[in-house]
């Protein structure tokens, strides 16, 4: 196996195996710093060894293995952690632990520990997209529009406030899930956004954070079967996963959603999707609680899913259910979104009108550009369209993205 071959390994399983080495040690050792360093020093070992030595036949239980070792070392050199340091001599030992509580899965055990309410929403979800997905602090970054430094602040904070308050790494109760749910669910779909389009790398979709956010979702929608808005986050999922095979073109560009190819989507991820969607309608309709926000955009999603082209759109549909999302959820991307739409209805000096509102807050999201230059596009203002696809194009992190964005400014902007 040749070096690179090896390095390609190393990345793969790095996607595959970093949540549940850490969520695993977190739950033996009960401490996410040890858990955290010990997975990244097994991921240094692994670099090291084996380009010398191959490529294990169970690179995961080589990890697990090499990383539990490394915390117990660690912890017998802080021999003043008595408690630790007498957990650190007893055998070793790699059975499943026996469950005890309503939430059997280390990672989502680990997902709910990071989301506990002591910690600020922003830190919950951060220091859960570091510790579960195995994403960098520039990824978060972008996943959150803040800075780096920002970012890396709020995770060692958080990990600081989880140590200082003594926040147990505890199967939850039943409470404590309804409690810390939304912070949950927030950092399961930035995992899956970050699969879906991804931020920085080469490869535009990171099937691998995809694959465990729908995952996540569907353990999720088996512990709380009747939360609409767990089985809102998993339809939203899915009908947007279902047209993944249609989003990167064979050459790299991103695909936009008027002009990719409805047949290549998965219409068995549609149909799973609708009937959730099914489902939540019967329920509200039986006097459950109204839609939250992942169910509207799951029904936006179907809407867009079940049109047969892009020009069959019900446009008027997706402007009025983006109206009820803003009065949950007013954030500029949400308005962003529905002003994208509004274009669509009522034209697109219209809804660059409402667009430009958002200018302040949105200057550095490569979207609210992209927007904004193809309504000037339409509205025959070239000059400023180009300008305004060239700060899209320098502010997009996806090659995808870039690709297309530089091809649309070349082709219609003057």
Same mark, same amino acid.
């Given at each position: +196996? &040749?070096?690179?071959?090896?390095?390609? %390994?190393?990345?793969? /399983?790095?996607?595959?195996?970093?949540?549940?080495? /850490?969520?695993?040690?977190?739950?033996?050792?009960?401490?996410?710093?040890?858990?955290?360093?010990?997975?990244? @020093?097994?991921?240094?070992?692994?670099?090291?060894?084996?380009?010398?030595?191959?490529?294990?036949?169970?690179?995961?239980?080589?990890?697990?293995?090499?990383?539990?070792?490394?915390?117990? $070392?660690?912890?017998?050199?802080?021999?003043?952690?008595? %408690?630790?340091?007498?957990?650190?001599?007893?055998?070793?030992? $790699?059975?499943?632990?026996?469950?005890t509580g309503p939430v059997e899965d280390d990672r989502l055990r680990l997902i709910? &520990?990071?989301?506990?309410?002591?910690l600020a929403m922003e830190a919950r979800v951060a220091l859960t997209l570091r510790?579960?997905?195995?994403?960098?602090?520039?990824?978060?970054?972008?996943?959150?529009?803040?800075?780096?430094?920002?970012?890396?602040?709020?995770?060692?904070?958080?990990?600081?406030?989880i140590k200082a308050a003594h926040i147990p790494y505890r199967v939850p109760s039943?409470? *404590?899930?309804?409690?810390?749910?939304?912070?949950?669910?927030? /950092?399961?779909?930035?995992?899956?956004? @970050?699969?879906?389009?991804?931020?920085?790398?080469?490869?535009?979709?990171?099937?691998?954070?995809? *694959?465990? %956010?729908?995952?996540?979702?569907?353990? =999720?929608?088996?512990?709380?079967? *009747?939360?609409?808005?767990?089985?809102?986050?998993?339809?939203? +999922?899915?009908? &947007?996963?279902?047209?993944?095979?249609?989003?990167?073109?064979?050459?790299?560009?991103?695909?936009?959603?008027?002009?990719?190819?409805?047949?290549?989507?998965?219409?068995?991820?549609?149909?799973?999707? #609708?009937?959730?969607?099914?489902?939540?309608?019967?329920?509200?309709?039986?006097?459950?609680?109204?839609?939250?926000?992942?169910?509207?955009?799951?029904?936006? #999603? +179907?809407?867009?899913?079940?049109?047969?082209?892009?020009?069959? &759109?019900?446009?008027?549909?997706?402007?009025?259910?983006?109206?009820?999302?803003?009065?949950? *959820?007013?954030?500029?991307?949400?308005? =962003?979104?529905?002003?994208?739409?509004?274009?669509?209805?009522?034209?697109?000096?219209?809804?660059?009108?409402?667009?430009?509102?958002?200018?302040? /807050?949105?200057?550095?999201?490569?979207?609210?550009?992209?927007?904004?230059?193809?309504?000037?596009?339409?509205?025959?203002?070239?000059?400023?369209?180009?300008?305004?696809?060239?700060?899209?194009?320098?502010?997009?992190? #996806?090659? %995808?993205?870039?690709?297309?964005?530089?091809?649309?400014?070349?082709?219609?902007?003057?």
């Amino acid at each position: +196996m &040749t070096v690179l071959t090896v390095e390609q %390994a190393i990345t793969r /399983v790095h996607h595959e195996e970093w949540a549940r080495v /850490v969520a695993g040690l977190a739950r033996r050792f009960g401490d996410l710093d040890v858990a955290e360093e010990a997975t990244a @020093e097994a991921f240094v070992a692994a670099a090291e060894r084996w380009p010398r030595e191959g490529v294990p036949s169970n690179p995961g239980g080589w990890l697990a293995t090499t990383a539990t070792r490394k915390a117990i $070392d660690r912890l017998r050199r802080e021999s003043q952690r008595d %408690a630790r340091h007498q957990a650190a001599l007893m055998v070793y030992d $790699d059975t499943p632990a026996e469950p005890t509580g309503p939430v059997e899965d280390d990672r989502l055990r680990l997902i709910f &520990t990071c989301c506990h309410p002591a910690l600020a929403m922003e830190a919950r979800v951060a220091l859960t997209l570091r510790l579960l997905g195995g994403l960098t602090v520039p990824e978060i970054a972008r996943a959150f529009l803040v800075q780096e430094t920002t970012l890396a602040r709020r995770i060692t904070r958080a990990k600081a406030k989880i140590k200082a308050a003594h926040i147990p790494y505890r199967v939850p109760s039943a409470d *404590d899930i309804r409690e810390r749910l939304a912070g949950v669910l927030a /950092v399961v779909y930035l995992i899956f956004n @970050e699969g879906y389009l991804a931020s920085e790398g080469d490869d535009p979709v990171r099937v691998d954070l995809t *694959d465990e %956010a729908i995952r996540l979702g569907r353990l =999720l929608r088996a512990l709380l079967p *009747d939360d609409g808005e767990v089985a809102g986050l998993l339809a939203l +999922m899915l009908l &947007t996963d279902a047209r993944r095979p249609a989003r990167v073109s064979r050459t790299g560009e991103l695909v936009i959603l008027a002009e990719q190819d409805r047949g290549a989507w998965d219409r068995t991820l549609i149909a799973e999707g #609708n009937a959730l969607l099914r489902e939540r309608v019967e329920a509200v309709a039986s006097g459950g609680d109204p839609p939250g926000r992942y169910q509207l955009q799951a029904a936006i #999603n +179907m809407v867009h899913t079940d049109a047969p082209s892009a020009r069959d &759109t019900e446009w008027s549909t997706i402007v009025a259910l983006y109206g009820r999302l803003v009065l949950l *959820d007013p954030s500029p991307i949400v308005r =962003l979104n529905r002003a994208v739409a509004v274009a669509e209805v009522d034209g697109p000096g219209v809804g660059l009108a409402e667009i430009d509102r958002l200018a302040e /807050v949105l200057d550095g999201y490569h979207a609210f550009h992209a927007a904004r230059a193809d309504l000037l596009r339409r509205l025959g203002r070239g000059g400023e369209s180009r300008a305004a696809y060239d700060r899209a194009i320098g502010l997009a992190g #996806n090659p %995808a993205e870039r690709s297309y964005l530089c091809r649309r400014r070349d082709q219609f902007a003057g």
